[in-house]
């Protein structure tokens, strides 16, 4: 069956005119639903980053391997960023690259809801043979809506902002050098899921 809560569907636009969509597996993912996880299948455009032109109209599969990126952000490095919901123990910041394959449900820095190893995995706790994330959040926060900041203060222009659905905060993640150099946690108290 088709889950709608796993379509991603999040928007980032890089001038002049390219438009990236994030697009979920909607748990066809070989353990809910029969047959090959449709991330995998390199021509099905869920579980991928998908660009569009504009001017265009043109389609194209950015990266694939994905579960359900709920955030998506051009960091102030010009990089496309993704924050993405995995299962227990396996959310995910990741930054996209043209034609890599981050692997889902392959590999998974988490495991099933119930504790177990997935019965897709490959690789239990790590991305073998697959792109890696940038950072992981452990324990899991269900990453949301996620933004750059610009304008708001110059000790925190250029961070990116992930709002998270389990953990009821903000985290401000700094990124240096193309890697995470901290995150920190601000406490709201209710799940944000658009930032």
């Known amino acids: ?16 005119e390219t438009l990236f969509l994030t697009s979920g597996d ?5 353990m809910r639903a029969e047959g ?9 455009e869920y579980g991928k980053v998908l660009e569009i032109d504009l001017a265009t109209g043109e389609v194209g599969i950015l990266s694939m391997g994905h579960r359900n990126m709920q955030g998506i952000a051009i960091g102030a490095d010009g990089e496309l960023y993704v924050s ?10 990741i930054r996209i690259k043209r034609g890599l394959n981050y692997g889902w449900p392959s590999v998974s820095l988490g495991t099933a809801y119930s504790g177990t190893p997935l019965p897709t995995a490959e690789s239990v706790g790590a991305h073998d043979g697959f792109e890696a994330p940038v950072m992981s ?10 933004a750059r900041l610009d304008g708001f203060h110059p000790n925190w222009d250029g961070d990116l902002l992930v709002g998270s659905l389990l953990d009821r905060a903000l985290h401000r993640v700094r990124l240096e050098a193309g890697r995470v150099l901290y995150s920190e946690r601000i406490p709201v108290g209710t799940r944000i899921r658009v930032v």
């Open 137 to 146: 959040w452990v324990p899991s926060i269900a990453p949301a809506g996620m």
């Open 1 to 16: 069956a088709v889950e709608g809560q796993m379509a991603s569907g999040r928007l980032a636009f890089r001038a002049p």
């Open 84 to 93: 993405e919901l995995g299962p227990r123990g396996g959310d995910e910041r």
């Open 26 to 30: 909607y748990h066809l993912d070989g």
């Open 36 to 44: 090959d996880p449709i991330s995998q299948v390199v021509d099905a």
